[in-house]
């Protein structure tokens, strides 16, 4: 088991940083559709797009939101692991795991 | 309402049942390590891991719960979709690449990496514990009330059934075989609500479904009388003789005068379709007399604009007092918190071979579990207005809908409703007997185990918490249960989340900190649930305003409670020396 610090930048080059800031959009997102529901109820029935209500319509959102942020996610992390400085930093990372063992 | 039994449903479910177990018994037929028990020798392979979260986590709260809740409030019921959901953004973006990089097997393992602590392991393997027996409870109860209306046997052979597969399944291959029944158990069930979908658009929307108009709009009583005799507006009730079906659409927008059904339907014009329709529901009013227990269910015509906004299942929302609206906020932010610390959902992170393929099977899950709660909207609407439902159970929904389409498609997903319970329970069981045997066992008590020791261990807290959940699934038979489901989500939210979050973002936090979050954040959120007017009114039977606790769902309170505690203790506790280096 690895006994490495956690909050290691080096253990997670990048990937962490880029993860909390898209679970701040969807936080704020999610805090929205709940804002809407607690505070201006009345704005749900609105139909924005013509079709469907604004309820269906920002659920449906959310869920498609959720995803769309994972495929960022994914993609960003790819491009951020795959980058030499990234490579560098993990195997510097390595060489003080080991030290720390040590 | 009383039920066929279904001949087909029996033999499809038994056909699914006696294969996974024979897939168990052929993957456990070599011997095996703890790595391959517990963690299935961290080999599985990102997709199919992807795919066995959403076999893991549907249970049958997702599956019948949700679209039996939006087929009788409606659009209430796809909040719990969004919230159930939204979990998994936290597990993504927060959770999943340090649990595993700084686990093994258990949850514990990385709560307790940076520390050794016995404190930590005895606290974070009771709140396993305690949440898997908690998340159990409602699968085995359900279990057991699908089986009698479905296959006609008791509710115990239900309980049995299930209780007895899952554990050889377990026993049997522990994680390789648990991973692939939920695989099986995902797959099937993302693509049969996929095809009832389908169905549903294309049969489109038809007036008054399925009934007589005229006869329709009648209240029905349903007593029970002290000697158990059920009667249906004073008669006894028989097949012949019986509540009628509800859940019918009285009229079409103005854009289809004159017709009587509006032909098949994209997937955005049936919803707005919908909001245009008067819809007829019901109501149901409980009295209790001398000559038993009476329920009548009245009809009532409303929009589909009244159904597609909140308010239906939260009255709360509607009469706007504070206590209700912080309910909401509540239980909104427990489903948020609590998928991540689920501790079934995190032990399944040990199952693949990195951080990379941690992160890619749960977008591969967030992509499946989330077109599925897409589909549970559909599910749902398409059973309210099928003119199929019974009025008594909304955990029936889902199969009376895909019975209005044949009898095929009622055994498939009659069968599916007990595999969803089977995938689930066995998740669950595995996070237990890892909780006991690798963080009690082998870490807290200190007894030396061999691998193959460990892996008898494991084996033999699975039987034991088989036991215990047929027991409870039978114990707690007529218990309310749909709100076991939100207990548990509060008491992970509130016991692990905090801890967790701390630990990666805080350098400053302490094995004591972390101990008395995970104690304070179980203990405080179970003790709330306890106190508050749900379980007062629910479960002892007494009057909602006797509680002493402002609104019911805890989590608003302890999750912010469990970071409080944890700070507050770091800070009185020595700074950790192996943590600043």
């Given amino acids: 088991m690895s006994h490495a610090k956690p909050n290691d930048p080096n253990l997670s080059p990048g990937s962490a940083r880029i993860g909390l800031v898209l679970f701040v959009m969807y936080v704020l997102l999610y805090a929205g559709l709940i804002g809407i529901v607690l505070f201006r109820p009345e704005l749900l029935s609105t139909r924005p797009f013509g079709g469907v209500n604004l309820a269906i319509a920002y659920g449906m959102g959310l869920i498609g939101a959720a995803f769309l942020l994972a495929i960022v996610y994914m993609i960003a992390c790819r491009m951020v692991e795959g980058s030499p400085a990234s490579r560098q930093a993990a195997s510097s990372g390595g060489v003080r795991k080991k030290q720390h063992r040590d | 309402m009383l039920y066929e039994t279904s001949p087909l449903a029996i033999a499809i479910f038994s056909v699914f049942v006696l294969s996974v177990i024979g897939l168990s018994f052929f993957l456990g037929r070599k011997g095996q390590s703890a790595q391959g028990y517990y963690a299935a020798h961290g080999e599985i392979h990102w997709f199919v891991n992807g795919i066995a979260f959403a ?30 959901l939204a979990g998994w953004v936290v597990a993504l973006f927060v959770i999943a690449e340090p649990i595993k990089r700084l686990g093994k097997f258990t949850f514990a393992d990385a709560l307790d990496s940076q520390f050794n602590s016995p404190g930590i392991k005895l606290a974070v393997a009771t709140s396993t514990l305690v949440v898997s027996i908690f998340y159990l409870i409602p699968q085995m109860v359900g279990a057991g009330d699908l089986i009698s209306p479905l296959l006609g046997l008791p509710h115990t052979a239900g309980v049995v059934l299930v209780g007895v597969s899952v554990t ?63 009667l249906i507006d004073g008669e006894p009730q028989s097949k012949t003789h019986d509540l009628r079906p509800v859940g019918t659409i009285k009229s079409l927008p103005a854009r289809y005068a004159g017709q009587a059904s509006t032909g098949p339907l994209g997937p955005l014009a049936y919803l707005s379709a919908i909001e245009d329709s008067t819809i007829v529901t019901w109501t149901s009013k409980k009295h209790t007399d001398v000559q038993g227990v009476h329920t009548t269910y009245s009809p009532v015509e409303r929009s589909g604009k009244d159904l597609l906004k909140p308010g239906g299942y939260f009255k709360g929302l509607t009469t706007g007092t504070l206590s209700d609206k912080l309910d909401f906020a509540s239980l909104m932010l427990a489903l948020f918190c609590g998928t ?69 498609l009622f055994a498939i997903i009659s069968a599916i409703a007990f595999t969803t319970v089977l995938g689930t329970v066995s998740g669950l069981i595995m996070a237990g007997s890892g909780a006991v045997a690798h963080d009690l066992v082998e870490n807290y008590f200190q007894i030396p ?23 409870l699934g039978v114990a707690f038979r007529n218990f309310n249960v749909s709100f076991l489901v939100g207990w548990a989500f509060n008491i992970a939210a509130s016991a692990n989340l905090p801890a967790l979050v701390m630990l990666l973002f805080w350098p400053r936090t302490t094995k004591q900190g972390i101990t008395a979050a995970v104690s304070v954040g179980m203990v405080s959120s179970l003790t709330w649930i306890l106190l508050s007017a749900d379980t007062f009114e629910k479960v002892y039977g007494w009057s909602r305003e006797a509680s002493i606790v402002p609104f019911s769902q805890p989590g608003l309170v302890t999750i912010p409670l469990g970071f409080v505690v944890l700070i507050v203790v770091s800070f009185l506790s020595p700074r950790p020396t192996q943590r600043t280096g």
């Fill in chain 2, 55 to 84: 076999g893991d986590y549907l249970s049958a709260a997702s599956f019948l719960g949700i679209c039996g809740m939006i087929a009788f409030y409606g659009y209430d019921g796809f909040l719990y979709s969004i919230g159930f």
């Fill in chain 2, 168 to 230: 050889l399944i377990v026993v049997t291959a522990g994680m390789v075989s648990t991973t692939w029944v939920q695989f099986i158990k995902g797959s099937l069930l993302v693509f049969f609500c996929g095809v009832l979908t389908v169905m549903i658009l294309n049969r489109g929307l038809i007036v008054n479904a399925g009934g007589d108009a005229g006869v329709e709009l009648k209240p029905q009583v349903k007593t029970i009388c002290p000697d158990g005799m059920r």
């Fill in chain 2, 340 to 408: 991540a610390s689920l501790p079934h959902i995190l032990i399944r992170y040990y199952t693949v071979k990195d951080q990379a393929a941690a992160r890619k099977s749960t977008v591969v899950g967030i992509a499946v579990i989330g077109a599925f709660y897409v589909l549970t909207l559909y599910l749902g609407l398409g059973a309210m207005v099928s003119g199929a439902l019974d009025p008594t159970s909304s955990n029936m929904a889902a199969p009376l809908l895909a019975k209005t389409f044949s009898t095929t």
């Fill in chain 2, 449 to 471: 185990l061999s691998d193959h020791e460990k892996v008898r261990c494991g084996k033999i807290a699975a039987v034991g918490l088989g036991i215990v959940a047929m027991v």
